[in-house]
């Protein structure tokens, strides 16, 4: 099992971030998946669950407002997306698909 998160780098304060992460080793239809983020000295936290049809999702309080998240079974991807990127949105987005964790990607703000 592969689970490859892409997509990181350097965001302006105001900006938009697109992350995907991609799987393989899997049966990608039958998986739940999560997006995380882990910001500089905190904890891991969850940002959003897609079920496996992607049809039922949930995306956490914090970032209601500003994050979509989607995923493509026919391709084994999925998608999150950040408007009005904030210096709180910096660290380590990871995915995880069932059981499996990619190595994260690294978003870091400008100034």
């Known amino acids: 099992v ?4 892409s ?6 304060p105001g900006g ?3 992350l995907s992460c991609a799987a393989s080793g899997v049966t990608f239809s039958t998986l739940g ?6 910001a500089p000295g905190k904890e891991r936290e969850l940002l959003a669950t897609l079920n496996r ?8 309080d914090s970032v209601r407002e500003r ?5 493509d079974n026919a391709k084994n ?11 709180e949105d910096r660290g380590m987005y990871y995915c995880r698909v069932g059981l499996s964790w990619g190595q994260g990607t690294q ?3 400008s100034a």
Do not use: A, M
Not at 2 to 5: G, I, L, R, S, T
Not at 77 to 87: A, E, H
């Open 53 to 60: 049809s992607g049809g039922d999702t949930y995306v956490s």
């Open 16 to 18: 938009s971030l697109r």
């Open 77 to 87: 991807t999925s998608v999150l997306q950040i408007k009005n990127f904030k210096p």
């Open 107 to 109: 978003v870091t703000v």
């Open 67 to 71: 994050l979509t998240v989607s995923r």
């Open 2 to 5: 592969q689970v490859v998160e």
């Open 33 to 38: 998946l999560g997006w995380y983020h882990q």
């Open 7 to 12: 997509g990181g780098g350097l965001v302006q």
